[in-house]
């Protein structure tokens, strides 16, 4: 199995993917990757059996070239999810002093989450954006040979240590219970069976845009006691005004209830992309309301077929 990662060597991204027991196998290759979209077009093309990408930040919420990536394209499915909590530090070559740093390089992720700190100890610091954090570190590494736009980077611990810099201040997070959620991305066809702690993630387009449409499209999760997880309206790029939603849900597309949602959905939007269900990586499992187990469905199911079939 070959598996793409949001790269170089230190990401946080490499931190979930070394969650996975099947990643660290004998015959497992990690394939680090520049960015998120040449991770998941390498998954398209068939180049590695799946990828891992960042989705969502417990601060700094969705991860918008992933939630893009995956609602546009060839279809990729969800098909497992890790959590990783987020610590930051300054990093940068030896003999570099916080007095001398005069631009700061990080993933935009990881700027957004250490403003506060930067604001105190570097407010005249200006930020160099990286496709990563670890990319970050990895330009101010001893192979470097040309001249790097910025002092030092804000990046993860091991990143620090993998690219040989120095650390002139630790755990500069603004939150420190921050949390980024990773999903793991393959191919369609045979995802995870439930586990009854599962989450499934789909991406709903309206037919036009009208007065209560979102809540039409809400209340198919409501009457079923479906609860999400995650709502984000993302622009579809057809013009001003015009969005999508990506949306997480608790349980998975065999449960009768999630099952039920979706073919409400499939009725009332102009498209429904399902992007897989997978187990949840904290293994919560769903509270499911009264009458909205499976045998409720199945009951009522077979009440209906009572009915037209006396
Ligand atoms: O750049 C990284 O290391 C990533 O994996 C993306 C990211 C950046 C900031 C917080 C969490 C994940």
């Not at 500069?172 to 991305?185: E, K, M, P, S, W």
Request: contains cysteine.
């Amino acid at each position: 199995m070959r598996y793409a990662y949001l790269g170089p060597a230190g990401t946080f991204t490499e931190q979930a993917l070394l969650q996975r027991p099947e990643a660290s196998a004998p015959d497992a290759e990690r394939v680090p990757h520049g960015s998120v979209d040449s991770a998941l077009a390498a998954l398209r093309a068939g180049e590695v059996d799946a990828a891992v990408v960042p989705i969502e930040n417990s601060v700094e919420g969705g991860v918008s070239a992933t939630l893009d990536a995956l609602a546009t394209g060839d279809p990729l499915v969800v098909v497992g999810e890790m959590l990783v909590p987020i610590t930051f530090v300054l990093a940068a070559p030896a003999g570099v002093t916080l007095a001398d740093v005069r631009a700061v390089g990080t993933h935009s992720h990881a700027w957004a989450q250490v403003r506060g700190w930067m604001s105190t100890r570097l407010p005249e610091a200006a930020y160099v954006p990286t496709l990563s954090t670890a990319a970050a570190a990895a330009g101010l590494g001893t192979a470097v040979e040309e001249q790097t736009p910025y002092d030092a980077a804000v990046c993860a611990p091991v990143a620090a240590t993998v690219h040989g810099l120095e650390l002139l201040a630790s755990d500069i997070g603004d939150n420190r219970a921050a949390v980024t959620r990773f999903v793991l991305v393959s191919r369609p066809g045979g995802g995870p069976a439930p586990t009854g702690a599962d989450k499934s993630t789909m991406v709903l387009y309206q037919h036009e845009d009208h007065p209560g449409g979102l809540l039409g499209l809400l209340e198919q999760f409501a009457v079923r006691g479906i609860n999400l997880t995650r709502l984000e309206s993302r622009p579809t790029g057809e013009g001003m005004g015009r969005y999508c939603f990506s949306i997480d849900i608790e349980g998975h597309v065999d449960d009768e209830r999630v099952g039920e949602a979706l073919m409400g959905l499939r009725r009332v939007c102009a498209d429904v992309r399902f992007l897989g269900s997978y187990p949840r990586a904290d293994r919560l499992a769903a509270t499911v309301a009264a009458g909205t187990q499976d045998t409720d469905f199945q009951q009522a199911r077979s009440w209906l077929r009572s009915l037209r079939t006396p």
